[in-house]
């Protein structure tokens, strides 16, 4: 981790944590009125960091505390917030990894031994913005497909 340049840590969390924040900032007002309901989606390594991939994991646990922060300081305006923590999903992200051996060991770990769809975390994000889901504030889900290793 600590051989990467600086300039790429700094570029890494700068898009999670900025790119999130200014999100974040230019849509709470409208939520304001009514209350409403927020999903930040994170990653499992948030809380595996694997040192190979360091600033990549630094910024995810920086986004699962945030979810945490932000719900408690928007509870009082009917407001909340809830992070998922994604596994191994086929994206254009995981496509560097796809049809590798590294992405063969990334799917022994997980319980359903394959990577997950987008449309899967979708449902559990819409969960989170139900009503059905009104009781829940400042939670991480994980929808890794059985990784261990959570805290």
């Given at each position: 981790m600590f051989s990467l340049s600086s300039c790429f840590y700094h570029l890494v969390c700068l898009i999670d944590?900025?790119?999130?924040?200014?999100?974040?900032?230019?849509?709470?007002?409208?939520?304001?009125?009514?209350?409403?309901?927020?999903?930040?989606?994170s990653s499992f390594?948030?809380?595996?960091?694997?040192?190979?991939?360091?600033?990549?994991?630094?910024?995810?646990?920086?986004?699962?505390?945030?979810?945490?922060?932000?719900a408690q300081s928007l509870r009082p305006m009917n407001i909340r917030v809830n992070g998922l923590a994604l596994g191994l999903i086929n994206t254009r992200f995981s496509d560097v990894i796809r049809n590798t051996k590294e992405l063969e060991s990334m799917i022994i770990p997980i319980g359903v031994q394959r990577s997950g769809e987008p449309e899967e975390c979708a449902g559990v994000a819409s969960f989170l913005c139900s009503k059905d889901a009104s009781y829940i504030n400042g939670e991480n889900?994980?929808?890794t497909g059985g990784v261990l290793g959570r805290l």
């Open positions: 944590t900025q790119g999130l924040s200014k999100g974040f900032l230019s849509c709470v007002g409208c939520l304001c009125c009514e209350g409403g309901s927020v999903v930040i989606c390594i948030g809380y595996i960091p694997l040192p190979y991939i360091g600033p990549y994991a630094i910024s995810k646990t920086t986004l699962l505390g945030l979810t945490n922060i932000l889900i994980a929808v």
